[in-house]
């Protein structure tokens, strides 16, 4: 059996459409693939955050977690998103298991450098795929949310993305980022256009030189975070176009293709 693993952002979630979910269930359902899903949740961490007068703030990109932060993370990745990624996956006709990255240690994590600074940031150090494997063993769809845990018991919010590559590469599978854009767009003579498949080193120069900018940079260094986990190819597709997810598994041509050995052609 072939894993795919999903990323699904909290902003992306918040919109995908039944689609989306439908698409996740027939590649399910092929008997050829096994979809996992990690998920974040960022706006609704902030929004419950406010509501609850917990300040939170960033440090390059990173949300500072200190142990009242990270019980509403936990509250929110673990929760609310976990079970309503889990509902619209039985909504749209298939079986999903929502399980944080504490249960059964499945993401072991460690602090990240940065941890004097931003607080129970964590990285991925090792995947129980046990877990994953048994549960994709009994016809269950995975859907993972992204909290990691140490030997002594403390927790730590893991960025999506990272968890998702670390996931990926444990399981040796095909790792998806899911946009609201169909791929990485780049600006030529007035026109945007949709790179089809880049390197990683093209995607550092394309940053550099300002032909990726604004919100795609995030998006583009996701990918390279994959990438960094010795993944072949990291795909960024558009999860609102039906049949998108679909179609790349089955190799068209969609989405951008993010590569470790290729020379990009514009």
Sequence with gaps: MKYA?????GSVLENLPKSFYEDVVKLHQSGEWAPVIVHGGGPLITSLL???????????GLRVT???VLDVVEMVLSGSVNKQVVRNLIEAGGKALGVSGVDGMLLKARPVNEAKTIGFVGEVTEVNKKIIEDIADQGFIPVISPIGIDSSSQRYNINGDVAAAAVAKELKAALCFISDIPG???EKDGVKTKLDKVSKSGIE???ENKTIYGGMIPKAKAAIDGLSYNIPEVAIINGF????LIDYINGKQIGTKIVLEEEIVL
């Design 66 to 68: 200190n142990h009242e």
């Design 184 to 186: 990485i767009l780049v």
């Design 241 to 244: 176009e039906k049949n998108g």
């Design 205 to 207: 120069k394309l940053i």
């Design 50 to 60: 406010k509501t609850l007068h917990v300040e939170t703030t960033f440090v390059n």
């Design 5 to 9: 693993v999903i990323k699904c952002g």
